[in-house]
């Protein structure tokens, strides 16, 4: 491994020295805008590359295909709502599960109408169809756990003392569930508006907040 960069606990390799970090956030910003114009299925590293003008053998460097490249960007892409989402915690306190649960679907859905490439890839694939050149679509962001797994396990830690009472890894379970749940009302909500269907977002919040009243513990 060379002196500037990292691994990734799920093998990817992290920039450390600011030029290599610049130019590995130009090739994720590429790989957004790509996925817009064409979708993952005819995305390519090769365009990727020529979008973000490095060479091909600089991607290669970071990442060790397509599947890796869409897993970097799932991982930005949390990376992102979760700071966006926790700055909108900080100025809506006191915060319960139901202003959470409202204010964590409403954060996704400004990210899916104004994020270039969340459409296709938020924290892992929205289609339903596994593109070429991707092996393992369900382990994007963690390859111990399923991706919604993994995005339950970060809400958990970010929900902070809301999350910390009763059974650990039952919370975690219920967080998972409700993920699925919100998911798929979600992908139906933008199937035919790219806005979002706003009774369809109203209700998918409805159906998470009425599952984790039942399901996670009074603070």
Same mark, same amino acid.
């Given at each position: 491994?060379? =002196?500037? &960069?990292?691994?990734?606990? &799920?093998?990817?390799?992290?920039?450390?020295?600011?030029?290599?970090? @610049?130019?590995?956030?130009?090739?994720?910003? =590429?790989?957004?805008?790509?996925?817009?114009?064409?979708?993952?299925?005819? !995305?390519?590293? /090769?365009?990727?590359? !020529?979008?973000?003008?490095?060479?091909?053998? &600089?991607?290669?460097?970071?990442?060790?295909?397509?599947?890796?490249?869409?897993?970097?960007?799932?991982?930005?892409?949390? %990376?992102?709502?979760?700071?966006?989402?926790?700055?909108?915690?900080?100025?809506? +306190?006191?915060?319960?599960? +139901?202003?959470?649960?409202? !204010?964590?679907? @409403?954060?996704?859905?400004?990210?899916?109408?104004?994020?270039?490439?969340?459409?296709?890839? %938020?924290?892992?694939?929205?289609?339903?169809?596994?593109?070429?050149?991707?092996? %393992?679509?369900?382990?994007?962001?963690? +390859?111990?756990?399923?991706?919604?797994? =993994?995005? =339950?396990?970060?809400?958990?830690?970010?929900?902070?003392?809301?999350?910390?009472?009763?059974?650990?890894?039952?919370?975690?379970?219920?967080?998972?569930?409700?993920?699925?749940?919100?998911?798929?009302?979600?992908?139906?909500?933008?199937?035919? %508006?790219?806005?979002?269907?706003?009774?369809?977002?109203? @209700?998918? /919040?409805?159906?998470?907040?009425?599952?984790?009243?039942?399901? !996670?513990? &009074?603070?």
């Amino acid at each position: 491994m060379s =002196a500037d &960069t990292r691994t990734h606990p &799920t093998g990817r390799r992290r920039p450390v020295q600011q030029r290599s970090q @610049e130019r590995y956030g130009r090739i994720l910003d =590429a790989c957004a805008g790509l996925l817009d114009e064409v979708g993952a299925g005819a !995305l390519t590293t /090769k365009e990727v590359a !020529l979008r973000a003008q490095v060479p091909i053998g &600089t991607l290669y460097q970071f990442f060790a295909g397509k599947e890796d490249l869409l897993a970097a960007l799932a991982g930005r892409n949390l %990376d992102l709502y979760l700071q966006r989402l926790d700055g909108r915690l900080a100025t809506a +306190a006191p915060v319960g599960p +139901a202003s959470f649960t409202d !204010l964590a679907v @409403e954060e996704f859905v400004v990210m899916k109408r104004t994020v270039p490439g969340f459409g296709q890839v %938020d924290f892992g694939l929205a289609g339903t169809a596994v593109p070429s050149g991707v092996r %393992d679509d369900l382990h994007l962001l963690d +390859a111990g756990v399923d991706n919604n797994t =993994a995005v =339950a396990l970060r809400l958990q830690a970010l929900g902070g003392e809301l999350f910390t009472d009763g059974d650990p890894e039952a919370l975690t379970l219920a967080l998972r569930v409700a993920l699925e749940a919100a998911d798929a009302v979600l992908k139906l909500a933008f199937r035919g %508006d790219p806005e979002g269907d706003p009774a369809l977002i109203a @209700e998918c /919040k409805r159906l998470v907040r009425s599952y984790l009243a039942q399901r !996670l513990p &009074t603070p």
